[in-house]
């Protein structure tokens, strides 16, 4: 019953697709069909460059899906894979319930038209057309008219702050406002999904976390689904609800971002979660002992008399309701009744990012 | 052996097909002729059935009223010229002429040049035939033209749209090759169709390379057409040739001198028109 609802809530469903890039592509499409070719004998047989490698993810409404790699990781490719800009050599793509390799010309457009937005990094903004009119692109070319178009357009950019801007021109604005712009355009089109390929890389750190604080408000508030591509993992964290993490065209995890901080896959996403900031990701539940346990090492100490917390409390709240009691340890209640107690020690190594079920030294 | 049989003449196989087409497709020659002097009489005749001070102060207000201030004062000069050089009728002649040509230039090489720009191969296939187009002399081909349309402005036209007709499609297909690929994802990823994403995306993106391909189509044409004197088309080429033949260095100046006013009278008009009102629009928002 449950799984029923889940796969009903799934928007975007992508199944084993690869994207191989090259003269003889088609060969080396059915090498790794038959054969299951690896992508670097794909390379040296066929001369092939392999640009996704087996992916699968599903995007479920609602839901902000980040997808982190660094540059020639295929995150590029994949996103435009997702609305058929690119071809995909192998594997499915199902959006909304229909595989859209099946997909004629026309109904392809309109499937872009209605249910898949995008925006670019390059903002991809007509330098010819005001910010209205670049708003209302998506619905002109489905053909709109023009009151009803702009009556959107200029909702949709008053949604991103824009509203005195309307009748400027792109090259008037910051690359903050113009990428606002990209995002009232896909907005106005009002689509299930948008499609973000990085589009807060080239703007400066400040306007980039107000952007990233605003993109992920606007699309929670608008109930949209978003797959967002980046190669910062801090800003994947910032917005997403899960994270997929590409390494050379294959998707190496997925899980939400304390999921990923703790328990990393393997040393390539290890390595790059080493830099990252715990202190709102890693929660209670994560870092507490059992109550017995605590018990038997401060035998003394009340535990009903602590200060309490639930157990999705981060390690920054920990902290505060630490620092605000006389104690060193918080008790995480849940349902009414002590689950856990994080200790001063708990909540280091949950800084520190060592283990959370593991022995401690001591 | 003799190296006679070696010597290449495409005049004697070329000739023979003129010939020919001359005597098979006499009418439908004859019947472009027909239509071109037509719309040719009809702009000659819009030019000089009023009386010159009314055509010139038309085109004055038009040039102020449709682009700007600027572009009225050129049209002012360089008409006023062109009458006071006692030149006015023939002027208007080759305004005519040149208008024509670089329509029926444009409505040619813009398409072309568009598919050039799609297929590579097309593009490969047309390149050496504009190289000869544009590095025969003209002379040349007014042979032919001559041969197949007779004496007179048609011939000349023809020959002037031959020579127009490189620099624009080339251009058109520069314009269309450096339309920025991300504003034709944003087409294609809005799911615009390929009509709307040529209209709304690709032309206004070219449009400022395709005003240099217009503006070389214009300038080429009108040097054309006053060489097309020499096949009796009149206008100021015909004063140029009348000139040039009883070495009246003041006519040949003076006829001279008229071209070059027309055609800064015509590269500023077409300029202003196709971009006057982006000047206007971008010039209110700032």
Redesign the interface.
């Known amino acids: 019953m449950n799984t029923v609802k889940e796969a009903n809530d799934v928007l975007l469903d992508c199944q084993n697709v690869w994207k191989i890039f090259g003269a003889r592509s088609s060969a080396a499409v059915k090498a790794v069909s038959d054969r299951g070719l690896s992508k670097k004998q794909v390379l040296q047989d066929f001369d092939c460059v392999v640009g996704v490698s087996d992916a699968s993810l599903q995007v479920r409404r609602g839901e902000i899906f980040c997808i982190m790699g660094l540059s020639g990781s295929g995150k590029s490719t994949l996103v435009r894979l997702l609305?058929r800009?690119i071809e995909p050599s192998l594997g499915k793509i199902v959006v909304k319930g229909r595989e859209i390799a099946t997909l004629n010309a026309a109904e392809?457009?309109?499937?872009?038209?209605?249910n898949?937005?995008?925006v670019?990094q390059?903002v991809?903004l007509?330098?010819?057309r005001?910010v209205l009119e670049n708003a209302a692109?998506?619905l002109?070319?489905?053909g709109v008219p023009k009151d009803e178009r702009n009556e959107t357009a200029r909702a949709a950019l008053a949604k991103v702050g824009l509203s005195d801007w309307i009748?400027?021109?792109p090259s008037?604005l910051s690359g903050g406002m113009q990428q606002r712009v990209g995002l009232a355009?896909a907005l106005a089109?009002d689509p299930e999904i948008i499609?973000m390929d990085e589009p807060f890389s080239a703007l400066d750190p400040l306007i980039r976390r107000q952007l990233q604080d605003e993109f992920r408000q606007l699309t929670k508030s608008l109930g949209k689904s978003a797959v967002f591509i980046t190669h910062d993992l801090e800003e994947a964290i910032r917005i997403g609800d899960r994270i997929a993490i590409m390494k050379d065209g294959m998707i190496v995890q997925v899980g939400t971002a304390e999921e990923i901080v703790t328990k990393p896959a393997d040393d390539y996403v290890a390595e790059f979660v080493a830099g990252i900031s715990r202190i709102h990701l890693v929660k209670a539940h994560s870092v507490m002992r059992p109550v017995a346990d605590f018990k038997t090492s401060q035998p003394h100490c009340d535990v009903g008399a602590l200060l309490k917390a639930s157990p999705e409390a981060d390690i920054g709240e920990l902290i505060d309701i630490t620092m605000r009691s006389d104690r060193d340890a918080v008790a995480v209640v849940e349902n009414g009744s002590i689950v856990g107690v994080v200790t001063t020690r708990g909540l280091l190594r949950g800084v520190a990012g060592m283990p959370a079920g593991a022995p401690s030294a001591a | 052996m003799n190296p006679e049989i070696l010597r290449f003449s495409p005049g004697a196989y070329l000739a023979p097909a003129v010939d020919w087409l001359n005597a098979n497709f006499h009418p439908f020659f004859a019947a472009l002729t027909k239509l071109i002097e037509t719309v040719l009489g009809g702009i000659e005749a819009a030019l000089l059935y009023p009386p010159a001070y009314a055509v010139m102060i038309a085109a004055v207000l038009l040039a102020g009223f449709l682009i700007n201030f600027h572009a009225a004062a050129v049209t002012a000069i360089a008409l006023a010229f062109c009458f006071l050089a006692g030149l006015w009728t023939a002027s208007m002649q080759t305004l005519a002429l040149v208008t024509v040509a670089v329509m029926i230039s444009v409505l040619v090489a813009f398409p072309l040049g568009i598919l050039a720009s799609r297929y590579e191969r097309f593009e490969a296939a047309v390149r050496p035939v504009l190289d000869i187009m544009q590095t025969v002399p003209p002379w040349v081909y007014l042979i032919p033209a001559v041969m197949l349309f007779s004496l007179g402005r048609v011939p000349a036209i023809i020959a002037t749209i031959v020579y127009g007709i490189p620099p624009m499609l080339r251009l058109t297909t520069l314009a269309f090759n450096q339309v920025p690929k991300d504003l034709l994802e944003l087409g294609q990823a809005t799911g615009a169709s390929p009509r709307s994403i040529l209209l709304k995306i690709e032309i206004p993106s070219a449009t400022p390379t395709l005003l240099v391909g217009l503006n070389q189509c214009i300038l080429l044409s009108l040097a054309m057409v006053v060489l097309a004197g020499l096949v009796g088309a009149g206008g100021l080429g015909a004063e140029v040739t009348r000139g040039l033949t009883r070495m009246e260095m003041g006519l040949g100046l003076r006829a001279g001198l008229a071209i070059v006013a027309i055609a800064i009278l015509l590269d500023r008009l077409s300029k202003g028109a196709l971009q006057g009102r982006r000047i206007g629009r971008s010039a209110k928002a700032a």
């Open positions: 609305n800009l392809l457009r309109d499937m872009r038209a209605r898949i937005g995008m670019f390059s991809a007509l330098p010819y005001t692109f998506g002109e070319v489905r009748s400027r021109y008037e355009r089109a499609l």
